[in-house]
């Protein structure tokens, strides 16, 4: 099976954009979209989010939507995604007009990744108060239906719990035969990954060979259920990378990677984090990270998307990931 890759470009979310000049962030930003437009990447992706993580700072997150209209217009080859839209952020009416507008300036290179909402801080922040679990996935599942019949039929007319839309017209249609590619992401197994059963193209799913295999397990007994083909559905990981030539290299890049998350985030939440980054998957050389990642690529792994903390200051990793692991993985 042929793996495919993705890559997030830092928009300072994860605090991977402090101490470069706000004023100076697109030009980092579109120069790794540029760089992966020009390499082996099939995708480049942002996170939809407004205050950073795991700490709302001051520090500036750029907007998920802006930045994919300006990655339109700047890219050529690369697809361009999002991981994840939050559905209850924007009417699904307007955010599928957005994701078809988008489509067309970028030439049909849109994906469209959406879920339920998680974090509270920001839904509370912006006014969209924070909605139990049941209701954030009933949104997501209405406003799916919306923004498939809307690419489907240039107009969307749907009466639900959480969403009327009455004849909203959404032209021009997305470049891409039968609209934009929908990632529908979360593991939430009763509710989610029916979902994704019922209307997904790309599934993204936690990237541990335990998880990932359990997961996909779930899935498949709900594509049997609702009656679609499980194979048809892409299977999609995302993986925090630390990578060295050799083991000394990748501790000095732990090292300085937690040196630039320790004013921020503080000693708990970074030692918190740290924990989790060493742990990671695409932590160690070059060798390790691909015998990890075969094992769940063997799983069904088809298309992982990698994020690179340290992208805006440095990309030699980077390039190391290029050289040595796509294509032992691809």
């Keep these: 099976m042929t793996m495919r890759f993705g890559m997030f470009v830092p928009q300072g979310w994860r605090f991977d954009l402090v101490g470069i000049d706000p004023a100076e962030q697109w030009s980092v930003m579109s120069s790794l979209a540029a760089h992966a437009d020009a390499g082996p990447w099939e995708s480049i992706w942002v996170y939809d989010h407004f205050h950073t993580t795991p700490v709302p700072s001051e520090e500036a997150t750029h907007e998920a939507w802006s930045l994919m209209a300006a990655f339109a217009a700047s890219t050529s080859r690369v697809r361009l995604g999002q991981m994840c839209t939050c559905m209850a952020y924007r009417n699904p009416a307007y955010l599928a007009k957005v994701a078809a507008t988008i489509d067309v300036i970028s030439g049909g290179r849109v994906e469209m990744g959406i879920g339920g909402g998680w974090y509270e801080h920001e839904w509370r922040a912006y006014g969209y108060g924070f909605p139990r679990a049941g209701i954030r996935l009933g949104m997501l599942d209405e406003g799916v239906q919306i923004m498939a019949q809307a690419w489907r039929d240039g107009v969307a007319t749907f009466a639900g719990e959480h969403y009327q839309v009455d004849g909203a017209i959404v032209r021009p249609l997305p470049l891409q035969e039968g609209g934009i590619p929908l990632w529908i992401a979360g ?144």
């Design 187 to 330: 593991g939430g197994e009763k509710v989610t990954l029916r979902i994704v059963a019922k209307y997904g193209q790309y599934a993204n799913l936690d990237g541990s060979l335990e998880g990932f295999s359990h997961k996909s397990r779930v899935l498949a007994q709900h594509c049997a259920d609702v009656g679609t083909d499980f194979d048809a559905i892409t299977r999609s990981a995302n993986y925090n990378v630390m990578i060295g030539a050799t083991e000394a290299e990748v501790e000095e890049r732990l090292r300085v990677h937690e040196e630039r998350l320790l004013p921020h985030l503080g000693p708990e939440r970074t030692a918190d984090h740290m924990a989790g980054q060493r742990a990671a998957l695409a932590t160690g050389t070059p060798e390790q990270v691909v015998e990890r990642l075969s094992a769940v690529k063997d799983a069904g792994l088809s298309y992982g998307i990698f994020y690179f903390s340290e992208a805006a200051y440095d990309r030699s990793s980077l390039e190391l990931f290029e050289r040595e692991v796509i294509p032992a993985l691809s």
